[in-house]
C-alpha cells in the first residue's frame, strides 16, 4: 500500500501564514502538519508516498527530503497550482495513483492516529472516512444508509440546512483499492477533467461512480474521534485547542471564554445556564423572526428600559438593561467609590473592576466556605467599608442567604451608609426561588442604597443574547449609567426577548422547577464519587474540593482529553488553596449522568 498526499494549494485565508509557505507547513502547536501526517503514516508498513506539491513546492520538498525515517518520499508537482483545483493535482499522480492500494489524503488534516487504523482494519476495499455533520463543516457532504452506502453527494448548491441531521461530512482521508483506481476511477477522473476542466474537485468524480454503483465506496463513520481541516486562522486557532499536549490544554480552552460551539462533541460543564427553559417555545418565536431581527436596528435605551421594567416588575426610573450583566459591572465599579469588601471566594468579575489596595476580603474558615449574613456583618463591622458586594447565591461556593437575612444586611449596609451590592444572577436556581428576589420596587425604596444586579444568561439559558439588568431605587446612579453605555448597547434579539418573555413566563417556573429537581439527583451522584467532597449548593453548580490521588487540574484534563467534557478547576478564584477545587455546572439529565459515568472510570 501507498499514500498520496494532495498538497499544492496556496491556502490564501490562512494570510500571513502561509505567505511564503505552503499549507501543510503551518505549525500546530509547534508541529508543521505534513510532519504530524508522516509521522503517523510511518506506523503503516508502506511502500512510498506521494506528495503532489504546487505552492511553495521546493520549500516543502526540501523539508521532507526523499526519505523520511525510512520512508521513500516521491514528488509529483502542479506546476499550474493557482489556475486548477484538486483534481488536476490527483489526475497528475494517477498513473501512480493506479499502481497499488493507496490511502488518499488531503494535507490541510489533523486527526488521531486511530482514524488510519480505523480505515485499514476495515474490510471493506474502497472507503471515505466521514463525520457526522457540524456546524463548522465546510465542502463535500454525503448520505449515507444503514449499511454504509454512500447514497448521494451533497454539493454546495443542493446543501439545505433543514436536512443537516441526514449529512455526514467527508473527512477527505480515503481509501482505494489498486483495481478500483486502475478500473474505476482513473477512468472516470479522465473523462470528466476532459469535458468539465481541471477547475473542480476529485470528489465529483466520486459522486459520479457512486451514483451508478453505491456498492464501489462506502463511508465509514468515524464517531468522536477527533480531525480538523484548517482552510483559515479561525480553523488553526480550534485544532490546536483540539490537539494541544495536556500541559496545556486546559489553557487553550479556558482563554476561549465561550465560544464552545465550535466544539460540538464537547460538554462545557463550565459555563452556567439552565438547560431547560431554553426548550420552551419561547426559542421557536424568536428562530421564526430572526431574519426580521438580523436586518433591523434595535430601539433604543428609553424603549428597552420600558421593556425591562414590564419583564421584571421594576419601575423604568429604577432599572437599567445592558449588553449583559458584565457591561453593567463594568459602569456600576467606575460609579464606586472608596473600598469594596467582598467575600472569597466569589465571583471576580467585580473586584477586577477594583484597585486591588481598596478590596477588603473575608474568606470564611470552613471547609464548606458557608457564611451568614451575621459573618459579614461582624466582619465588615470590624473592617469597615464604603460598598459590600454579595454574590447570592455566591459563585463557586453556592453558598446562599435567605430572604430575611439578606433584608437585615440590607438594613445595616443603610445604617451605615454602605452600598450594598446584590449580585442574585443565580437566586433562581434557589429552593425558595420565587420569594428570594430583591428586584421589586418594595425593597429597592426600603434600602435606596442597595443595587440589584441579575445575568439573564444563567437562569434563562440566553448567554448568546448578552442580557443582563441591574436596578436601585438610587435615580440618580441609574440616569448617569444610561448616559455611560452605548445609544444601542441592546441587540435586537434581546430587545425581543424582553418583548415576549411575559408570554412563557409559565414555562419558565417550570424550567425552574425541574432544574432543582435534576440538582438534587446530581448531587447525590456526586457524594459517591470517593475522590470528591460536595459543598451544599443552591446554585446551578456545585463546589467540590478534589481529594487524593488527583488535583484539580489533573483531574479536569483527564475529563477533557479522555471524555471530552469541561470543567472549572477555579484556578483563577482567591481565597481558596491552589488546585483542590472545582466547580461542576448542573446540566440535564442526560448531560449530568454523562459526567458522572466519567468521573467513575476516572475514580
Same mark, same amino acid.
Given at each position: 500500500?501507498?499514500?498520496?498526499?494532495?498538497?499544492?494549494?496556496?491556502?490564501?485565508?490562512?494570510?500571513?501564514?502561509?505567505?511564503?509557505?505552503?499549507?501543510?507547513?503551518? %505549525?500546530?502547536?509547534?508541529?508543521?502538519?505534513?510532519?504530524?501526517?508522516?509521522?503517523?503514516?510511518?506506523?503503516?508498513?508502506?511502500?512510498? !508516498?506521494? !506528495?503532489?506539491?504546487?505552492?511553495?513546492?521546493?520549500?516543502?520538498?526540501? #523539508?521532507?527530503?526523499?526519505?523520511?525515517?525510512?520512508?521513500?518520499? =516521491?514528488?509529483?508537482?502542479?506546476?499550474?497550482?493557482?489556475?486548477?483545483?484538486?483534481?488536476?493535482?490527483?489526475?497528475?499522480?494517477?498513473? $501512480?495513483?493506479?499502481?497499488?492500494?493507496?490511502?488518499?489524503?488531503?494535507?490541510?488534516?489533523?486527526?488521531?492516529?486511530?482514524?488510519?487504523?480505523? *480505515?485499514?482494519?476495515?474490510?471493506?476495499?474502497?472507503?471515505?472516512?466521514?463525520?457526522?455533520?457540524?456546524?463548522?463543516?465546510?465542502?463535500?457532504?454525503?448520505?449515507?444508509?444503514?449499511?454504509?452506502?454512500?447514497?448521494?453527494?451533497?454539493?454546495?448548491?443542493?446543501?439545505?440546512?433543514? #436536512?443537516?441531521?441526514?449529512?455526514?461530512?467527508?473527512?477527505?482521508?480515503?481509501?482505494?483499492?489498486?483495481?478500483?483506481?486502475?478500473?474505476?476511477?482513473?477512468?472516470?477522473?479522465?473523462?470528466?477533467?476532459?469535458?468539465?476542466?481541471?477547475?473542480?474537485?476529485?470528489?465529483?468524480?466520486?459522486?459520479?461512480?457512486?451514483?451508478?454503483?453505491?456498492?464501489?465506496?462506502?463511508?465509514?463513520?468515524?464517531?468522536?474521534?477527533?480531525?480538523?481541516?484548517?482552510?483559515?486562522?479561525?480553523?488553526?486557532?480550534?485544532? =490546536?485547542?483540539?490537539?494541544?499536549?495536556?500541559?496545556? *490544554? *486546559?489553557?487553550?480552552?479556558?482563554?476561549?471564554?465561550?465560544?464552545?460551539?465550535?466544539?460540538?462533541?464537547?460538554?462545557?460543564?463550565?459555563?452556567?445556564?439552565?438547560?431547560?427553559?431554553?426548550?420552551?417555545?419561547?426559542?421557536?418565536?424568536?428562530?421564526?423572526?430572526?431574519?426580521?431581527? &438580523?436586518?433591523?436596528?434595535?430601539?433604543?435605551?428609553?424603549?428597552?428600559?420600558?421593556?425591562?421594567?414590564?419583564?421584571?416588575?421594576?419601575?423604568?426610573?429604577?432599572? !437599567?438593561?445592558?449588553?449583559?450583566?458584565?457591561?453593567?459591572?463594568?459602569?456600576?465599579?467606575?460609579?464606586?467609590?472608596?473600598?469594596?469588601?467582598?467575600?472569597? %471566594?466569589?465571583?471576580?468579575?467585580?473586584?477586577?473592576?477594583?484597585?486591588?489596595?481598596?478590596?477588603?476580603?473575608?474568606? /470564611? $474558615?470552613? $471547609?464548606?466556605?458557608?457564611?451568614?449574613?451575621?459573618?459579614?456583618?461582624?466582619?465588615?463591622?470590624?473592617?469597615?467599608?464604603?460598598?459590600?458586594?454579595?454574590?447570592?447565591?455566591?459563585? @463557586?461556593?453556592?453558598?446562599?442567604?435567605?430572604? /430575611?437575612?439578606?433584608?437585615? &444586611?440590607?438594613?445595616?449596609?443603610?445604617?451605615?451608609?454602605?452600598?450594598?451590592?446584590?449580585?442574585?444572577?443565580?437566586?433562581?436556581?434557589?429552593?425558595?426561588?420565587?420569594?428570594?428576589?430583591? &428586584?421589586?420596587?418594595?425593597?429597592?425604596?426600603?434600602? /435606596? #442604597?442597595?443595587?440589584?444586579?441579575?445575568?439573564?444568561?444563567?437562569?434563562?439559558?440566553?448567554?448568546?443574547?448578552?442580557?443582563?439588568?441591574?436596578?436601585?431605587?438610587?435615580?440618580?446612579? !441609574?440616569?448617569?449609567?444610561?448616559?455611560?453605555?452605548?445609544?444601542?448597547?441592546?441587540?435586537?434579539?434581546?430587545?425581543?426577548?424582553?418583548?415576549?418573555?411575559?408570554?412563557?413566563?409559565?414555562?419558565?417556573?417550570?424550567?425552574?422547577?425541574?432544574?432543582?429537581?435534576?440538582?438534587?439527583?446530581?448531587?447525590?451522584?456526586?457524594?459517591?464519587? @470517593?475522590?470528591?467532597?460536595?459543598?451544599?449548593?443552591? +446554585?446551578?453548580?456545585?463546589?467540590?474540593?478534589?481529594?487524593?490521588?488527583?488535583?484539580?487540574?489533573?483531574?479536569?484534563?483527564?475529563?477533557?482529553?479522555?471524555?471530552?467534557?469541561?470543567?472549572?478547576?477555579?484556578?483563577?478564584?482567591?481565597?481558596?488553596?491552589?488546585?483542590?477545587?472545582?466547580?461542576?455546572?448542573?446540566?440535564?439529565?442526560?448531560?449530568?449522568?454523562?459526567?458522572?459515568? +466519567?468521573?467513575?472510570?476516572?475514580?
Amino acid at each position: 500500500m501507498q499514500a498520496i498526499i494532495l498538497a499544492a494549494g496556496m491556502g490564501k485565508r490562512l494570510g500571513e501564514y502561509t505567505r511564503n509557505n505552503t499549507k501543510c507547513m503551518v %505549525p500546530v502547536n509547534g508541529i508543521p502538519l505534513i510532519d504530524r501526517m508522516l509521522d503517523q503514516l510511518c506506523h503503516l508498513n508502506l511502500n512510498r !508516498i506521494v !506528495i503532489v506539491v504546487g505552492y511553495e513546492g521546493r520549500k516543502l520538498m526540501d #523539508h521532507v527530503g526523499t526519505e523520511y525515517k525510512g520512508l521513500r518520499i =516521491e514528488y509529483v508537482e502542479n506546476p499550474i497550482y493557482d489556475r486548477t483545483n484538486n483534481i488536476y493535482s490527483l489526475a497528475l499522480a494517477k498513473e $501512480r495513483l493506479q499502481e497499488d492500494d493507496t490511502l488518499l489524503l488531503e494535507s490541510d488534516l489533523i486527526f488521531e492516529d486511530r482514524l488510519l487504523s480505523m *480505515l485499514l482494519e476495515n474490510p471493506s476495499p474502497n472507503l471515505a472516512l466521514v463525520a457526522k455533520y457540524e456546524a463548522w463543516m465546510d465542502g463535500t457532504m454525503v448520505c449515507i444508509d444503514k449499511d454504509c452506502r454512500i447514497v448521494n453527494f451533497v454539493t454546495k448548491a443542493a446543501f439545505n440546512y433543514s #436536512h443537516v441531521g441526514q449529512y455526514y461530512k467527508t473527512v477527505n482521508i480515503y481509501k482505494f483499492s489498486q483495481s478500483f483506481s486502475r478500473d474505476k476511477y482513473v477512468p472516470f477522473l479522465e473523462a470528466y477533467t476532459k469535458v468539465v476542466g481541471n477547475n473542480e474537485y476529485y470528489e465529483n468524480v466520486l459522486r459520479i461512480i457512486t451514483f451508478l454503483n453505491s456498492e464501489d465506496l462506502k463511508a465509514l463513520p468515524i464517531g468522536r474521534e477527533k480531525w480538523y481541516e484548517i482552510d483559515d486562522k479561525q480553523d488553526l486557532d480550534i485544532a =490546536e485547542a483540539l490537539f494541544s499536549e495536556t500541559d496545556a *490544554l *486546559l489553557h487553550k480552552y479556558y482563554t476561549r471564554y465561550g465560544g464552545f460551539w465550535r466544539f460540538p462533541q464537547m460538554l462545557d460543564f463550565c459555563y452556567l445556564v439552565n438547560p431547560y427553559f431554553r426548550r420552551s417555545k419561547i426559542i421557536d418565536e424568536m428562530e421564526a423572526n430572526f431574519r426580521t431581527l &438580523l436586518g433591523e436596528y434595535p430601539s433604543g435605551m428609553k424603549v428597552n428600559t420600558l421593556l425591562a421594567s414590564k419583564c421584571w416588575s421594576v419601575k423604568e426610573e429604577y432599572i !437599567i438593561p445592558g449588553n449583559g450583566a458584565a457591561e453593567l459591572i463594568k459602569v456600576l465599579m467606575e460609579n464606586v467609590e472608596g473600598t469594596l469588601g467582598v467575600t472569597r %471566594p466569589t465571583f471576580e468579575e467585580y473586584p477586577n473592576r477594583t484597585d486591588e489596595s481598596k478590596v477588603v476580603a473575608f474568606i /470564611p $474558615r470552613n $471547609r464548606d466556605f458557608r457564611y451568614t449574613a451575621d459573618d459579614l456583618m461582624v466582619h465588615f463591622g470590624n473592617h469597615p467599608v464604603d460598598a459590600l458586594l454579595l454574590i447570592n447565591p455566591d459563585n @463557586p461556593s453556592g453558598n446562599f442567604i435567605p430572604l /430575611p437575612d439578606l433584608c437585615r &444586611l440590607a438594613a445595616w449596609c443603610e445604617e451605615r451608609g454602605v452600598r450594598l451590592i446584590v449580585d442574585e444572577s443565580f437566586v433562581d436556581f434557589s429552593e425558595s426561588w420565587e420569594t428570594s428576589s430583591m &428586584l421589586c420596587d418594595a425593597y429597592l425604596e426600603r434600602y /435606596p #442604597h442597595m443595587a440589584v444586579m441579575k445575568s439573564i444568561s444563567k437562569s434563562y439559558g440566553v448567554p448568546g443574547l448578552r442580557l443582563g439588568i441591574m436596578a436601585s431605587a438610587d435615580r440618580e446612579l !441609574i440616569a448617569r449609567m444610561k448616559r455611560q453605555v452605548s445609544i444601542w448597547n441592546i441587540n435586537s434579539f434581546a430587545e425581543f426577548f424582553m418583548q415576549i418573555f411575559n408570554k412563557y413566563e409559565d414555562d419558565y417556573k417550570r424550567a425552574c422547577r425541574k432544574f432543582i429537581g435534576v440538582r438534587g439527583a446530581f448531587l447525590q451522584q456526586l457524594k459517591d464519587i @470517593p475522590f470528591l467532597h460536595v459543598m451544599p449548593t443552591q +446554585a446551578n453548580f456545585v463546589l467540590c474540593e478534589v481529594r487524593e490521588p488527583y488535583t484539580a487540574s489533573q483531574l479536569a484534563q483527564r475529563l477533557l482529553r479522555d471524555h471530552n467534557i469541561l470543567i472549572s478547576a477555579c484556578s483563577a478564584k482567591k481565597g481558596i488553596a491552589p488546585n483542590r477545587y472545582v466547580r461542576l455546572a448542573v446540566r440535564s439529565q442526560e448531560d449530568n449522568e454523562r459526567l458522572i459515568e +466519567a468521573l467513575k472510570s476516572i475514580g
